[in-house]
């Protein structure tokens, strides 16, 4: 009897687990296990409750319960026990899932108390009403005035009708051969007037459609194939003038070389234009005509998008959206370096190109167009066969005497002029400093520890932000900082595991300034002193994303759990930083080491 109330008392607690372990599994996540997430049973999530729970899952023990285990014949409460434990890990598991559900409504919340404060939108609500109130006051005030002008104003006597004229039977016929001949004519000439009348001009807005990785690599891929003709007509031309083919070469620079002597060159270049069309239009018709000077290179055959894994085609958007950056990049340099032409931007490249169309315009005005044309000509012919030929093949005698070669590359683009513009301004700064300030800097300080006091962030001096010497200032890799993201496990605050701000390293310090602190104060930034790292080293927050991750893990003896800087664009760079000042400072503190 004992042996059975005993048993009796340990089945109610394990029926009503599995009861609240059914209730849920029917509220429960169904994604993939997301065991490579920094921590999640450890999570700052984790409130007291949760805690609790966990010590409501355990019975305590008991004198029975220590009896029944000393008993052979207590299988029962060993079963039990081992059922306990295993929902205990599946309801860590929920609660994992639960935190991360809980870090993505944090960031959401974030993005959208910055998007509230940029937009205004309560002021905007404001203004409109004022607006609409406003209108609303001047339609009452202009039907009150129409109101009064009504009854003011007296009644109309009516219109004494004219007499009939005598001769009214003239003017009506009149009236009708007028009416006939405007007739005739709208019927006549009614369709070419209704050209000519004038509309306004209608400004239709195109709807722009959504970013779509497919449409991304779809367009790349139309621009890539119909760019194909031109990209062939320029790699044969450059064949020609390479003289790639000595006997093509050599028969097109003797027919064009005749053409130009004898005035026939613009005649040559349409008939070669005519010769072009009428072969596409019988390739068109299916005949098989392909010539080139350079052979065609096969490209290799794409896979099939349905064989591709989710980390190629994340890689295949990666490389398509790298062919755009680079494309649109050579785009904007020749763009900027023909308008910093044009804009006397280097005045001594400039000048050239403005001596040579004053001789060409007095050229024009004195010398006979056909002896102008023969020139131009016979000078294209050479250049093109013979000068650009010798100058490919010489490239030091390219860097001499090719003109137009060497303004080109001499013409800088927007970037390089607002660097050459910063590095002429932080020359500037440094005789001003030494002369004016040279009385009030103290003993001791030297003009790079004073120019480093004038350093600040978007929120005031970077010395007083941080707490720090005077001395301490951003190194010049640095100094406008990287974006990061900071993730302290050892918090338990949502607000305080996460926080977005930038990275700054000086010759001593570690710094991170909070987006979220407010100017002038440091509660939420944090400075790491080099000395202090014992461990640093390249980290991956998400491990489903490809790639080698975007994160550095620093480990201090101050923290339990290293610190992460994560969501780093330049990772690599920041690294390479951190790491060598920090070998720097371990070098000269123990240089036997």
Excluded at 344 to 353: A, M, S
Aim: net charge positive; with cysteine.
């Amino acid at each position: 009897n004992k042996l059975n109330s005993d048993s009796h008392v340990h089945v109610k607690p394990k029926a009503a687990v599995l009861n609240m372990l059914k209730r849920l599994d029917k509220i429960r996540f169904r994604g993939p296990k997301r065991d490579d997430f920094l921590d999640l049973p450890e999570s700052p999530t984790g409130s007291d409750t949760e805690c609790s729970d966990d010590i409501l899952l355990r019975p305590r023990p008991s004198i029975r319960d220590s009896d029944e285990q000393r008993d052979p014949a207590g299988f029962g409460t060993l079963s039990v026990m081992q059922d306990l434990r295993s929902e205990s890990e599946r309801l860590n598991e929920v609660k994992g899932h639960l935190e991360i559900a809980l870090l993505e409504k944090h960031f959401l919340q974030e993005e959208l108390r910055k998007l509230r404060e940029e937009t205004n939108v309560e002021t905007l609500k404001q203004e409109l009403e004022r607006e609409r109130s406003r209108r609303l006051d001047l339609e009452q005030k202009m039907s009150d005035v129409l109101k009064t002008r009504c009854e003011d104003s007296p009644p109309q006597p009516p219109r004494k009708q004219q007499p009939p004229a005598a001769n009214g039977t003239d003017k009506q016929q009149k009236e009708t051969v007028c009416s006939r001949l405007q007739s005739w004519l709208y019927d006549r000439f009614g369709v070419y007037i209704e050209d000519f009348r004038f509309q306004p001009e209608e400004n239709t807005v195109e709807a722009e459609e959504p970013l779509s990785a497919k449409r991304l690599t779809e367009n790349m891929r139309r621009l890539k194939w119909s760019a194909r003709p031109v990209t062939n007509f320029l790699r044969n031309l450059s064949a020609l003038s390479n003289w790639h083919s000595v006997y093509t070469s050599a028969i097109a620079f003797i027919i064009y070389m005749n053409a130009a002597w004898h005035g026939w060159a613009i005649p040559l270049f349409l008939f070669l234009a005519i010769l072009r069309l009428s072969l596409n239009y019988l390739i068109a018709r299916g005949w098989k005509i392909q010539w080139s000077i350079v052979p065609e290179v096969s490209e290799p055959v794409e896979p099939s998008k349905e064989d591709l894994t989710v980390s190629e085609k994340f890689q295949l958007v990666l490389d398509v959206a790298q062919k755009a950056q680079n494309l649109f990049g050579k785009m904007a340099d020749v763009l900027e370096k023909i308008k910093n032409l044009f804009m006397w931007v280097q005045p001594e490249i400039t000048q050239k190109l403005y001596i040579a169309l004053w001789v060409a315009f007095i050229s024009s005005c004195v010398l006979p167009y056909k002896l102008m044309g023969f020139m131009i000509g016979l000078y294209a012919g050479i250049k093109f066969f013979i000068i650009d030929f010798l100058f490919k093949s010489c490239p030091k005698l390219r860097d001499k005497y090719d003109t137009p070669y060497i303004m080109w590359n001499s013409l800088p683009t927007d970037p390089q002029l607002k660097e050459r513009s910063n590095a002429t301004v932080s020359r500037r700064i440094q005789p001003v400093v030494s002369r004016s300030s040279l009385a009030t800097i103290p003993a001791g300080v030297t003009r790079e520890e004073e120019s480093g006091r004038s350093h600040s962030t978007k929120k005031g001096a970077f010395h007083e932000i941080f707490n720090l010497p005077e001395n301490e200032r951003p190194l010049p890799v640095c100094e406008n900082g990287w974006r990061c993201c900071l993730i302290n496990r050892d918090r338990k605050i949502p607000t305080d595991y996460i926080r977005n701000g930038m990275l700054y390293v000086t010759e001593n310090y570690l710094c991170f300034e909070s987006s979220s602190s407010r100017s002038g104060s440091s509660k939420k930034n944090k400075v790491i002193k080099l000395v202090d790292i014992t461990d640093i080293q390249k980290y991956k927050v998400l491990s489903v994303l490809p790639g080698s991750g975007m994160g550095i893990s620093i480990a201090t003896p101050s923290t339990q759990k290293p610190l992460v800087f994560g969501a780093m664009i330049h990772r690599d760079e920041a690294f390479e930083t951190i790491f060598t000042q920090y070998m720097k400072i371990m070098t000269t503190a123990n240089p036997e080491t």
